[in-house]
DNA sequence: CCCCCCATGATTGCTGATAATTTTAAACAT
DNA sequence: ATGTTTAAAATTATCAGCAATCATGGGGGG
């Protein structure tokens, strides 16, 4: 007999859901007893998320408790230049050994993910699976893992770029521009097109952060 | 009052050791008590370091318990693109954003390391030692990290490339080149030459495995 | 009035015990 | 001999409680 799917998920992902919705913020700090409390378990697989967590950087140390991670500016522009590298790298390696299949199911996500522009917050979704998807395309376990890791830092970003005006358009064309690239199995045309929509993506990034701490002096 | 450097490292750091020197290869499995006994301490810091070990990738599920990873000969080259490629980029920002100090630290390992060429354990850890040199050089904490996390999964790897004859001396040769490269600020030499170095070192381990693997039959 | 010291409470680190699950192996039937 | 069922052993997952450490705040002392 299957088992019914829990709606009961183990700590480390209940953890990571209330980081990604916002339940905890950068620089919040995480009460082993309080997240045992809050999720009816005891503190000893708490405790094992966290340190998953940990070794992951989504939390980092304050003397001895954890906290949630925080982004600076530079460490920001340093995880910039590695997921450009490492999402560059999976474009080229797509474009080499992608399954015409695996294209056909790019291209698609490209056509659908057009109905989505009104909703930001769809469409940040729909740029993971599409991302996610290249990223598999690639064949390459390894590159799929550090992906997984740098994506996962990209959590404790709050705001999405897609919600900018725009830039949910130019973003949807760059991702055509990579499909193509990739069709045609044009490895280095595939890496400089995703180095541009992460370039691009990054930019915009910038610019809504300078307004947005502006707004705030 | 300094505290004497105990001698009782973290359980993390004596699996890892264990797993190092060979105690636990890749295919055995990690029983949690009798860990516990090995090391004197109870299940639950040896739970903690395993799954540590587990979300970086040195120890893998088998049902419900941990194996040392393995890795086959796909998975070897699946990591030694992903590898390369930041190997590459550590290079090519070290040559931009290197501090002169740096840079004659690396000069002189290469220098130092000489005097090592007829062990190969020493050659494997100045190799070691130098590669982290240049990580920190790019001044990138995220590649670093990134990198330290490749370096951890090749741990499993019972050999090193270096003890093949010759070897040594090829790799202190391609270390040069690096250097150079860095000291003249070519970002795009020290990534060739990065690439260079470990696109030999491979080669090499393919040679040898495969030269192994027929006199196993 | 301000600063330092100590006591108190909060929080993490660890232990031993218990529950749940899986693996092992042994007896049995085919 | 081989496959299958069932019971026992081993192992992992979780828990509640204790010990150690750290932060906080409330008095003295200057």
Redesign the interface.
């Known amino acids: 007999m299957q088992m019914l799917k829990s709606n009961h998920k183990d700590a480390y992902a209940l953890i990571l859901d209330a980081i990604d919705i916002g339940v905890y913020k950068p620089g919040d700090r995480l009460v082993e007893s309080e997240l045992a409390d809050r999720f009816g378990v005891s503190r000893?697989p708490i405790?094992?998320a966290l340190?998953?967590l940990e070794?992951?950087?989504l939390l980092t140390r304050d003397g001895r408790s954890l906290i949630v991670a925080s982004l600076d500016h530079n460490?920001l522009a340093?995880?910039y230049?590695?997921r450009t590298?490492?999402e560059g790298?999976a474009a080229r390696?797509a474009a080499r050994h992608a399954a015409p299949e695996e294209i056909r199911v790019l291209r698609e996500m490209v056509q659908e993910d057009r109905a989505l522009l009104g909703d930001p917050g769809a469409l940040a979704r729909a740029n993971r699976r599409f991302h996610k998807q290249i990223h598999l395309a690639s064949h390459?376990?390894?590159?799929v893992?550090?992906l997984d890791?740098v994506h996962r830092?990209m959590a404790l970003l709050a705001t999405t770029s897609l919600a900018v005006d725009g830039r949910g358009e130019l973003a949807l064309e760059e991702h055509e521009a990579i499909v193509s690239a990739i069709e045609k199995a044009d490895g280095e045309a595939a890496y400089q097109a995703l180095k541009h929509h992460l370039s691009a993506a990054f930019e915009t990034r910038l610019k809504s952060d300078a307004t947005a701490a502006q707004a705030a002096e």
Do not use: A, G, I, M
């Open positions: 000893t405790r094992e340190q998953r070794t992951q950087s460490q340093e995880l230049v590695v590298e490492l790298l390696l390459n376990r390894y590159l893992q550090q890791l830092s």
